[in-house]
Structure formats: C-alpha cells, structure tokens
C-alpha cells in the first residue's frame, strides 16, 4: 500500500485500513497497519476446500418492507440444483422465515450458476446458497457455496485463461501461488459515509488474470453498503504481479478485505 505523509494524516480525521485475505500473499508495508489491517481470513470468505465461482448477474434480494416493519431478521438457506448445461433445475428452501423467503427466491431465481467441472467436464452441481437479512443495515447478504460435487481443476493445457468462465484456479490447490499487489492505492470515504461516521468492512471476491489485471471483481459481503461502490472500484484500479502455477501466469480468484475505519 502506498505511503501517506503524516501531514496528510493530520490533516483528515479518517483513514481507511486494508487487510487481504489471500493466503500466502505477502502484506505490504504501510502506516494502517497500526490500526491492525494485516493478514486474516475474512468471516465471509468460502475455504478454500468449498471454493465456488460466485454466480452471475447476482441479484440482492429486496429486504420486505413488512419485515422492516415488524423488525423481522434471520436467515434463509437454499439448495440450487444446477444441470452441466449451467440450467437451474431445481431451487428448494431449506429453512427460514416465510417473509423472507418469497424475496430470497425471486433473487436466486435470476442468478447464473456455473457447474463445477470433474475430470475437465461440467457435471450436475448443488449450491448451498445462505441468505442474511440484516435488520441493521436494511438489507440481505449471500454467500453460496458448492455441496456437491467436488470440483477440480482443469489441466492447465485445455484450460481457456483468456476466459473469465475456464482456468480460473483458486488459492489452496496445488501449486498455485497467490498474486502480489504492486499498484494498489487506497480507497477513500464517500462524503455521506463520512459524515455519518460509517465505519465497517467490505469484502470484495475479484480474479486476477494472467496479465495481473482484475476482474469480475463483486461484493461478497458488507457491513457498510454505502462504500461498496467504492471498494469495487477501486480495487479494480489495483494491478497485480499475477499468481502462478508451474512458473507460469495463471488467472486466480482472490478475496481481498477492505477495512474503513475513521480516526480523529
């Protein structure tokens, strides 16, 4: 993380913490490391033994106004039955409270799911998706993950690295080392966020390509949603040494956690 004057610091009563999340990737020297950014696992992230590429046009479900209402929060949980033809076949409530579930559905329904590919091959996927409907923050968090099949990694000579949906491995399987950051600048408060004092972490799941560029970058989850928009961007402006495996680059998807934190 670049160096901020001190001047600089004394003359703005905030300043943004980063930690990353990306296993063996190396912190960087930087004076928010004071206020404790370093590396961790954020509480969001899947393992690396239940690593999912996170589904497209991933719609937030709406928080039900009678909810808000009557102070309704809690969780849904749901299975995706998803065919090698990437086709929602099925979509069943596990559990949850009948006022949140109708939104949850409506939400997942409009996903995009990738099967998991075994032996190179797509194959039949169920995705556990869980739902958090935060009466504090007025919205709904998801997190999925995959129930079945294992997945593996495809051979890196069939694998389409130029293609955001194949090559694509993740931190944990063999041999794969993780990017390093070498232009990451950080990310600012908005002035509504300032001004009510929101302080929180945000949690963006993104893939660093072979070229060190990223992409695809999404929120994972949020404790302040009013500074996602700025997290994702500015994330996307960051340029990475990429990850590798067997000396060459590889596209791998990383996690990165974003700590807004105001001092005085």
Request: charged share 25%; glycine share 8%; hydrophobic share 40%.
């Amino acid at each position: 993380m670049r160096k901020t004057p001190r001047a600089l610091w004394n003359g703005f009563p905030w300043l943004v913490a980063m930690a990353f999340s990306l296993g063996s990737l190396l912190a960087q020297e930087s004076p928010s490391a004071v206020a404790g950014a370093g590396l961790k696992i954020p509480p969001c992230a899947v393992s690396a033994s239940q690593a999912v590429q996170y589904p497209d046009h991933m719609v937030s479900p709406k928080y039900p106004k009678q909810a808000l209402a009557s102070g309704i929060e809690g969780s849904v949980e749901l299975t995706a039955l998803i065919g090698s033809d990437a086709k929602t076949k099925d979509l069943r409530v596990v559990k949850g409270e009948r006022v949140l579930v109708d939104p949850s559905l409506k939400a997942v329904r409009q996903w995009r799911f990738h099967p998991v590919l075994v032996k190179g091959e797509s194959a039949e996927t169920t995705y556990r998706v869980k739902i958090r409907f935060n009466l504090l923050l007025r919205e709904a968090i998801s997190d999925v993950a995959v129930e079945s099949p294992r997945e593996t990694v495809p051979a890196p000579s069939t694998a389409n690295e130029a293609d955001p949906e194949g090559g694509i491995y993740k931190l944990g399987q063999n041999g794969v080392i993780s990017p390093k950051p070498i232009y990451s600048p950080d990310p600012e408060f908005s002035e509504k966020a300032r001004k009510a004092g929101e302080q929180g972490t945000v949690t963006v799941s993104l893939i660093v390509g072979d070229d060190g560029k990223p992409r695809s970058a999404r929120v994972m989850c949020s404790s302040v949603p009013d500074l996602n928009d700025v997290a994702v961007e500015t994330i996307n402006t960051w340029r990475f040494e990429p990850g590798t495996k067997a000396g060459k680059p590889v596209a791998v998807e990383i996690a990165v956690e974003v700590d807004f934190k105001l001092y005085k």
